[in-house]
């Protein structure tokens, strides 16, 4: 886990889930994976939408790289996840959205939070929308 990383994480428990900087005042969640290759457990920070019924959406958008995050490898490989959020930690089932489901919730994101249209114009590829649902 690179040093931002470690650092968002520490303030995001030490806080209750808020932080400051780049995801001040931001939906923010911390995403437990399993390693796709070393099976080993992850912790990913990332910006969230509460798409209601317990169900959360989180988005490969890897800040427009041109490859995804590998978050998104691990979960696709072992979709049992579950993510802090605030203070609470909760357990969920993964799943890549439908391309009528994934563009509306991508278009909500977009119009909420614009750097996300920013990376979708960097990279060619197709940002993943992923839902939480829960378990």
Known sequence: MNDWNTHVI???RANAGQVGGHFAGEPLLLLHTTGARTGEPRVS???YQDLGDGRLAVFGSFAGRDVHPAWFHNLVAHP??????GSATRTFTARVADPEERRAIWERQKQAYPRFAEYEQKTDREIPVVVLEPR
């Open 45 to 47: 920070p990332m910006m």
């Open 10 to 12: 520490e303030e995001f």
């Open 80 to 85: 049992e996840v579950s993510a802090e959020v």
